[in-house]
């Protein structure tokens, strides 16, 4: 092989990895909860000490989406070339057989590689990461080649710049919220309409096997074919397996439940006025300090004739504590703290909707209660 063509194809491999490191980083720093949680997803799945350690899940996600980010820009911009080559294939040799791992175990339902943004299940992941390892041994085997564009202190000042950029987008959407929200429940969603199935949309197809057994002999049969009246055959196992995925709505998990155990989620997303619900998937995580905020933005509301409940994953001597803590009036109801993660990436967080659409998503920290009710009170 020639050297141009060592080159292109070097200059290619380089773009091509770099983007891919680019995207990977960027979506994590502009979610940098929602990297968290993977990350305290995959030690508690691994369990044991592991488990032990989620503590240190939100630094990783920052740490993470900063290293990727200038990983991907270095090799984009050949900054320091040489030694990203190898910095990526050290990540490529750690994150390959992960990947692998997880793909033969499936201890999580997908890797979380790059966000909400492009959801791929964990077999594909495992055959990106084989590609884009055969990418980092190339620029590994080829960097000697390639010469610098830049002085090693310009180079250096580069990768110092998207470390930074990198951290404080990632401080900005974890005390705000995210400015691009990939997920199912973004401004804009109609919620109800966004739990339907479409009518002829292909269902779970499930086979069940059926072992019986006859003078010591075990045999499987379907349901097809299994010796329903042959009572010479006596039942002693039935395995069922799912063979293909049916069609899931985007939002496939949304449902609020009173203390007294009464499913009120149509009444809440069919309400005609505005609806303010308080997202806090833990309350004994949730942050004390907004606590008056939404206490005045429930009392506001009721003047204003809009709905107010509080969602919680949290278990009712948790919610007793609570209220006793901070005086809240509001209802506060059940719903799969896992959903309320996906919903707003904040604790406390709070959703506007108006027949169930999501008209508007903050932080609490960022809640103005005059300005809400100048902007939509009218």
Same mark, same amino acid.
């Given at each position: 092989?020639?050297?141009?063509?060592?080159?292109?194809?070097?200059?290619?491999?380089?773009?091509?990895?770099?983007?891919?490191?680019?995207?990977?980083?960027?979506?994590?720093?502009? &979610?940098?909860?929602?990297?968290?949680?993977?990350?305290?997803?995959?030690?508690?799945?691994?369990?044991?000490?592991f488990?032990e350690?989620? *503590?240190?899940?939100?630094?990783?996600?920052?740490?993470?989406?900063?290293?990727?980010?200038?990983?991907g820009?270095?090799?984009?911009?050949?900054?320091?070339?040489?030694l990203?080559s *190898?910095?990526?294939?050290?990540?490529?040799?750690?994150?390959?057989p992960?990947?692998?791992?997880?793909?033969?175990?499936?201890?999580?339902?997908?890797?979380?590689?790059f966000g909400?943004?492009?959801?791929?299940?964990?077999?594909?992941?495992?055959?990106?990461?084989?590609?884009?390892?055969?990418?980092?041994?190339?620029?590994?085997?080829?960097?000697?080649?390639?010469?610098?564009?830049?002085?090693?202190?310009?180079?250096?000042?580069?990768?110092?710049?998207?470390?930074?950029?990198?951290?404080?987008?990632?401080?900005?959407?974890?005390?705000?919220?995210?400015?691009? &929200?990939?997920?199912?429940?973004?401004?804009?969603? &109609?919620?109800?309409?966004?739990?339907?199935?479409?009518?002829g949309?292909?269902?779970?197809?499930?086979? $069940?096997?059926?072992?019986?057994?006859?003078?010591?002999?075990?045999?499987?049969?379907?349901?097809?074919?299994?010796?329903?009246? &042959?009572?010479?055959?006596?039942?002693v196992?039935?395995?069922?397996?799912?063979?293909?995925?049916?069609?899931?709505?985007?939002?496939?998990?949304?449902?609020?439940?009173t203390?007294?155990?009464?499913?009120?989620?149509?009444?809440?997303?069919?309400?005609?006025?505005?609806?303010?619900?308080?997202?806090?998937?833990?309350?004994?995580?949730a942050?004390?300090?907004?606590?008056?905020?939404?206490?005045?933005?429930?009392?506001?509301?009721?003047?204003s004739?809009?709905?107010?409940?509080?969602?919680?994953g949290?278990?009712e001597?948790?919610?007793?504590?609570f209220?006793?803590?901070?005086?809240?009036?509001y209802?506060?109801?059940?719903?799969?703290?896992?959903?309320?993660?996906? $919903?707003?990436?904040?604790?406390?967080?709070?959703?506007?909707?108006?027949?169930?659409?999501?008209?508007?998503?903050?932080?609490?920290?960022?809640?103005n209660?005059?300005?809400?009710?100048?902007?939509?009170?009218?």
């Amino acid at each position: 092989m020639g050297k141009k063509v060592i080159s292109i194809v070097t200059l290619i491999v380089r773009t091509l990895l770099g983007a891919v490191c680019v995207f990977s980083g960027f979506v994590k720093a502009i &979610d940098p909860l929602g990297t968290n949680y993977k990350i305290e997803d995959y030690l508690n799945a691994f369990g044991g000490v592991f488990a032990e350690f989620t *503590w240190i899940a939100l630094a990783g996600s920052i740490l993470l989406s900063m290293f990727e980010f200038c990983l991907g820009w270095s090799l984009l911009l050949n900054l320091r070339t040489r030694l990203m080559s *190898w910095l990526s294939l050290v990540m490529m040799l750690f994150m390959t057989p992960l990947t692998l791992y997880i793909a033969l175990e499936n201890p999580v339902s997908d890797c979380g590689c790059f966000g909400d943004a492009l959801v791929i299940d964990n077999w594909t992941t495992f055959y990106k990461n084989v590609v884009l390892l055969a990418m980092s041994l190339w620029l590994v085997a080829t960097c000697k080649r390639v010469r610098p564009w830049f002085m090693p202190w310009a180079e250096w000042c580069g990768i110092g710049l998207f470390a930074g950029v990198s951290v404080v987008l990632s401080f900005i959407c974890l005390r705000h919220l995210p400015f691009m &929200d990939f997920r199912p429940y973004k401004v804009g969603t &109609d919620i109800e309409a966004s739990m339907e199935i479409p009518e002829g949309a292909p269902s779970d197809e499930y086979m $069940i096997t059926f072992v019986y057994e006859k003078e010591g002999v075990k045999q499987e049969f379907t349901l097809d074919n299994y010796p329903k009246d &042959d009572s010479t055959w006596v039942f002693v196992d039935q395995r069922t397996e799912l063979i293909s995925k049916g069609y899931v709505p985007p939002i496939h998990d949304f449902s609020i439940t009173t203390s007294e155990f009464e499913d009120i989620t149509y009444d809440v997303l069919d309400y005609e006025g505005y609806t303010l619900l308080y997202v806090m998937y833990d309350l004994e995580k949730a942050n004390k300090k907004f606590t008056e905020t939404l206490n005045e933005l429930y009392e506001r509301a009721q003047e204003s004739g809009w709905q107010v409940y509080a969602l919680t994953g949290s278990e009712e001597s948790i919610v007793e504590s609570f209220v006793g803590e901070t005086g809240a009036g509001y209802p506060i109801c059940g719903t799969d703290p896992i959903t309320l993660k996906t $919903i707003v990436r904040a604790n406390p967080g709070v959703v506007l909707i108006k027949e169930g659409v999501i008209v508007d998503k903050w932080n609490a920290r960022d809640i103005n209660v005059e300005k809400v009710f100048e902007k939509y009170n009218n």
